[in-house]
């Protein structure tokens, strides 16, 4: 589910080099991050893979539980 344009661009399924641009964080920050036990990840042999709707809904799983905290 889009909820806003800036999603639009995103392919279906995200690796890490995708996750890492999207988040601006390194290559090994997205492995890292795709290797957290709540993370959406699915294996394809040894291909560490996101679909991008399960990807965006854990993002705004992660905003939401901030209660409203920013830095």
């Known amino acids: 589910m889009k909820t806003s344009t800036q999603y639009e661009g995103?392919?279906?399924?995200?690796?890490?080099?995708?996750?890492?641009?999207?988040?601006?964080?390194?290559?090994s920050g997205a492995y890292a991050l795709m290797n957290s036990r709540n993370f959406p990840t699915i294996y394809v042999g040894r291909r560490m893979l996101v679909s991008a709707d399960k990807f965006l809904s854990w993002l705004d799983a992660q905003t939401e539980s901030q209660n409203g905290f920013c830095r």
């Not at 641009?21 to 390194?26: F, K, Q, T, V």
């Open 10 to 27: 995103l392919p279906r399924i995200l690796n890490a080099e995708d996750i890492a641009a999207y988040l601006g964080i390194s290559k």
